[in-house]
């Protein structure tokens, strides 16, 4: 089984931080072996969300905050299409 490598990126509630562990990673490797692997290094994981990605760093994002989304501005332009009176 061919393991690459990926980023288990941990967002935690008990002590609101944000974690990047690197793993070897399978695309067959079940979930719980992922849960055990936040257990090992101490994360409750009734407390936590997590998340598998190829990348190590977070995009910080501050600077497009004055920016609309184009998420929003999608649904924006869907409403408008949406809110027609000639149905």
């Known amino acids: ?23 070897d990673y399978s695309e067959h490797q079940p979930t719980k ?7 090992d290094v101490g994360h409750n994981t009734e407390d936590v969300e997590w998340m598998l990605s190829p990348y190590d760093k977070a995009i910080n994002a501050t600077a497009d905050l004055r920016k609309p989304s184009k ?14 009176t000639d149905r």
């Not at 490598?5 to 967002?11: A, D, I, S």
């Not at 935690?12 to 974690?19: C, P, R, S, T």
């Open 1 to 23: 089984m061919e393991k690459d490598k990926r980023y288990l990126w941990v967002l935690d509630f008990n002590d609101l931080a944000v974690y990047n562990y690197e793993i």
């Open 71 to 84: 998420y929003l501005e999608n649904m924006k332009n869907n409403r408008r299409l949406n809110t027609s």
């Open 33 to 39: 072996e992922l849960i055990k692997i936040l257990e």
